[in-house]
């Protein structure tokens, strides 16, 4: 499975972005996805998952409430939908898929990621 994550750029403080990341492989659709980001000088964190089927969305608290996630099996897509932003947002940004339905938080549960895409948020 070959992971293609979009979407990034610069936006200001309170704007919004909209992250893609496409599939190679219609494997994926059966296995959990999600979404990471690594600051400049800190270590990878999870921001969002989403289940094999579309359901149980699961944000990071910081997140939570302004980030949304979504998945199109059709098409194996995934997007990330940021509104809000804050210069605390700033990363990159790597999608991820998981090794099963189902996904616990854990970036050992990670089978593939993506390369990253660069969000940078200006205050």
């Known amino acids: 499975v070959q992971l293609q994550a979009s979407g990034g750029g610069l936006v200001q403080a309170g704007g919004s972005l909209r992250l893609s990341c496409a599939a190679s492989k219609r494997t994926s659709t059966n296995n959990a996805m999600a979404w990471f980001r690594q600051a400049p000088g800190k270590e990878r964190e999870f921001v969002a998952s989403?289940?094999?089927?579309?359901?149980?969305?699961t944000y990071a608290e910081s997140v939570k409430g302004r980030f949304t996630i979504t998945r199109d099996n059709a098409k194996s897509a995934m997007n990330l939908q940021m509104n809000s932003l804050e210069p605390e947002d700033t990363a990159v940004y790597y999608c991820?898929?998981?090794?099963?339905?189902?996904?616990?938080?854990?970036?050992?549960?990670?089978?593939?990621w993506g390369q990253g895409t660069l969000v940078t948020v200006s205050s």
């Open positions: 991820a898929s998981g090794r099963r339905p189902y996904f616990s938080g854990y970036s050992r549960d990670v089978a593939y």
């Open positions: 989403i289940s094999w089927n579309g359901g149980s969305p």
